[in-house]
């Protein structure tokens, strides 16, 4: 089920980086193209040093892929740069994609090293996806994950994502409310997210309403004629407590008397702790117990949880640039790695590949695998997860031995367990298999996930390191591997 017609309307079969197409050109011309091979999509730090990321954005790389097609026009831009074979060009023309396709459903916790997507493919088709993949999982990603801290952060006080006008594009604008929804934002302030997604569209207004009538009195008084029984004001245009609230008040007053119930108040500057303790006293001795404080401006999790500690009196909060953009660390950093590969004598037959780096955290995990999240079977929570060989079972009835992939002399038998297999398929030699969950069914699979992990893990400061553990099998072929290249 597509969530909506925005991606599907553009053809971006073309943003690729331009090496994919050259390397696909020189798999066809040195007779690789029909080899099989298995790439690995990954990241290798959570970011601004969390314990957890949330999968996001694989709704975005399914649309890309059942659209892929190249145009008339594709062909002859590429022909146009002179390096491409007419027998390329030609496969590109007839272009069908055929690969097999995996993924952590989003919303799910996530951390580093675990396969978030596996494809499984031809050569020439495995890698031309690579671009678009990481581009809608990085981002989406990065965003939910921002967007996570920052609502646990608000501890059970809604969280409103306000930051289209700061984000990077349209899109960013778009799939950022999109995956902040996901992490658990009670809305956005974009409208067509409303209209494509279903992520609800809240605001009232700006300062310039107010500066726009001769009085701020005579402006909120406006606002609630229109809006009488969703009348929320915004009140730092002038001065908070000597006009903004008192005036706010005025109205509520008026409000509540003609039978409506007033929403509550804005504070978007100023010392807001301070702002909102006096705020909440005038209110509650004007009689008006029920009216909310929403505070916003260039918020992030720190501020936020600063801000309660201080005893701040806010009911929501409005969360712009720092959510939308995830400015202290705006950069997810998946990166997508060959795993298995077949060869010329046995195209189909998928043997171990692993990447190589002085940077022990760059060398990679070799094989066609799959990730397992294991969970205690008496408290229901994670307890690690496990990455094993693609054709290995975790039988959670036996006792179960997890290797440590940094310190494998590290091990730990476990029991009393449930093993569950994270990823599903998705596409199955090209054609999509996988029925998409709605965007409020992702966000409801992200809040109990999320319920599963320890707090420690999901703490700002130090978090508890969740480890991601090999299987045996895993480990021994990759230490068989490093063994016999390192003694070359």
């Given amino acids: 089920m597509a969530e909506s017609s925005l991606f599907a309307a553009r053809n971006l079969t073309m943003l690729v980086d331009f090496y994919e197409l050259t390397m696909a050109n020189g798999y066809l011309e040195n007779g690789l193209d029909g080899i099989m091979t298995c790439f690995d ?10 314990g957890y990321a949330i999968m996001a954005g694989l709704q975005q ?27 390329f060009l030609t ?18 916790p996530v951390f580093p090293q675990e396969p978030l997507m596996t494809v499984r493919g031809p050569a020439m088709q495995a890698q031309f996806i690579e671009t678009m993949l990481l581009l809608s999982v990085n981002h989406q990603s990065l965003i939910a994950t921002k967007a996570s801290r920052i609502v646990r952060a608000a501890d059970g006080r809604p969280v409103m994502e306000f930051g289209s006008r700061r984000a990077q594009g349209v899109d960013g604008a778009l799939y950022g409310a999109r995956a902040a929804f996901i992490a658990g934002a009670a809305g956005t302030a974009c409208a067509i997210c409303d209209r494509e997604f279903g992520v609800p569209a809240l605001g009232t207004m700006a300062h310039s309403w107010v500066q726009l009538f001769p009085t701020e009195l005579e402006a909120f008084r406006a606002y609630a004629k229109v809006y009488p029984d969703a009348c929320t004001l915004l009140v730092d245009t002038y001065h908070v407590l000597k006009s903004g609230v008192p005036n ?3 109205v ?3 409000l509540k008397a003609a039978g409506h119930k007033p929403q509550g108040i804005r504070i978007d500057s100023g010392d807001i702790a301070y702002l909102s303790k006096k705020a909440r006293v005038m209110l509650d001795e004007a009689g008006l117990p029920e009216v909310r404080i929403i505070a916003s401006n260039a918020l992030d999790e720190y501020l936020i949880r600063d801000l309660l500690v201080q005893g701040a009196q806010i009911d929501s909060f409005g969360v712009g640039e720092r959510l939308v953009t995830s400015r202290s660390e705006p950069v997810f950093g998946g990166v997508y790695k060959l795993t298995a590969a077949g060869s010329a004598a046995a195209p189909d037959v998928l043997q171990p590949k692993i990447k190589l780096s002085e940077n022990a955290s760059k060398i990679t995990n070799p094989g066609f695998k799959a990730p397992w999240r294991l969970y205690d ?7 690690a997860d496990v990455i094993t060989l693609a054709d290995e079972v975790i039988d959670d009835t036996q006792p179960y031995v997890i290797f440590d992939p940094e310190f494998t002399y590290k091990r730990k038998t476990l029991t009393n367990f449930v093993a569950k297999r994270l990823q599903v398929q998705v596409f199955d030699q090209g054609r999509c298999v996988y029925e998409s969950p709605s965007l409020l069914e992702i966000r409801n699979h992200c809040a109990e996930q999320l319920g599963m992990i320890w707090d420690e893990v999901k703490r700002f400061e130090n978090p508890h390191a969740y480890y991601v553990d090999l299987s ?17």
């Fill in 472 to 488: 045996e099998p895993l480990w021994k072929l990759k230490r068989d591997m490093l063994d016999r290249y390192f003694a070359e």
């Fill in 61 to 87: 790389a399914i649309e890309y892929l059942r659209g892929l097609r190249f145009t008339d026009a594709d062909i002859e831009y590429l022909r146009g740069k002179n390096i491409f074979s007419e027998a």
């Fill in 248 to 250: 706010a008040i005025t």
């Fill in 252 to 254: 509520f007053k008026e």
């Fill in 41 to 50: 999509l990954f990241f290798r730090k959570v970011p601004d040093q969390g």
């Fill in 377 to 383: 079977r008496e408290t229901g929570m994670a307890i």
């Fill in 91 to 108: 496969y590109l023309r007839d272009f069908e994609f055929s690969c097999d396709v995996w993924a952590i459903p989003e919303g799910t």
